[in-house]
């Protein structure tokens, strides 16, 4: 949330706040919008150069804190330039957090998650109709074998959950 924390968490990691790594055949980028609504114009061309450059790679997957496409795509647009972007280089998924309500949604063959709150505070919690909405503690465990993706979304055991347990590409049960 502060320059003081982004240093302090590139000193811990090793890392800078933006980076991406390979694994297999899957790309990864992280990119840190932890202060802002958006992604900077930098790292709008970090993102642009790193997925160029992995332009190969089957599967690609950004992960950033805050979604700022969540009302654009909501409102059922995809003409700004981050979606164009991750549709230019066929990104399979894109991860976010901060809303603390699981969503899904799918635009032009591109998965955006956000994934929902693993202990912070649930505004929308309603014990009957939270789960269905989304509202509920969670973590969510993808795995990547060649080409298949499989998210996993499991709500966290008792007491603060029912430890229920869905496929991403699949209703909640």
Known sequence: WSDASRRIYERQTGRPSSYSFNYDNAHFTILD???SLQLSALQMQFLAKDLEK???RELKFVFFHQPFWLIPLMLQSTDFPFHQLMRKYHVSYVVCGHVHQYSRMERDGIVYLVVGSSGG???GHD???GFAQGWFFQHVLVSVRDSHVEATVKEL?????KGRKFNAEESKK
Do not use: E, Q, V, Y
């Open 127 to 129: 014990p009957i109709k």
């Open 121 to 123: 505070h649930l505004r």
């Open 54 to 56: 992995n332009r190969t």
């Open 33 to 35: 919008n932890s202060g």
């Open 157 to 161: 055991d008792p007491p603060l959950g």
